[in-house]
């Protein structure tokens, strides 16, 4: 199948019109050893050998799909739905596999839910840049501050 794509009604608030994209997609059961790792009793977790299955591809992909770019300067990954304790374990194998730094910040949501994100320190951004943008799509190169 085809995707569609949907225009939308105007934003009432910014008079905007948006575009919605909707399509499908397979299950592969060969693919089921990568979801036992990711996900325990339904809930998403980091394994705890993560530095051995985290690549530069895999992390060019977790960045275009949850990475924003802040403050022109440094990415971020929105990684609330983890614990301080597995966000701890990936900073560490950021750092033991690419030398790439990174701290956890703070979010505080709109309910009042505690939540952190990673940072990558803006001394490693180079080394980030140079490692991930070759598997970056280019219509995603601005989450790493590269214009097109």
């Given at each position: 199948m085809e995707p569609v794509i949907s225009?939308?009604?105007p934003d009432q608030i910014t008079g905007?019109?948006?575009?919605?994209?909707y399509f499908r997609t397979l299950n592969f059961?060969?693919?089921n050893k990568y979801h036992d790792l990711f996900y325990k009793?339904?809930?998403?977790v980091v394994p705890l050998n993560i530095h051995e299955l985290l690549t530069?591809?895999?992390l060019a992909h977790w960045i275009m799909g949850d990475g924003f770019l802040y403050d022109k300067a440094v990415v971020v990954l929105c990684t609330e739905s983890f614990t301080k304790k597995e966000l701890e374990v990936l900073i560490a194998a950021l750092d033991k596999k690419f030398g790439i730094q990174?701290?956890?910040?703070?979010?505080i949501s709109t309910t009042g839910t505690v939540g952190w994100r990673i940072r990558v320190r803006k001394k490693s951004m180079d080394k980030l840049t140079t490692l991930v943008s070759p598997f970056f799509i280019?219509?995603?190169?601005?989450?790493?501050?590269?214009?097109?």
């Open positions: 225009v939308r009604k905007k019109v948006y575009k919605s994209m059961s060969c693919l009793n339904k809930t998403k530069p591809r895999g990174a701290t956890l910040n703070k979010r280019p219509e995603l190169l601005y989450k790493l501050g590269i214009d097109q």
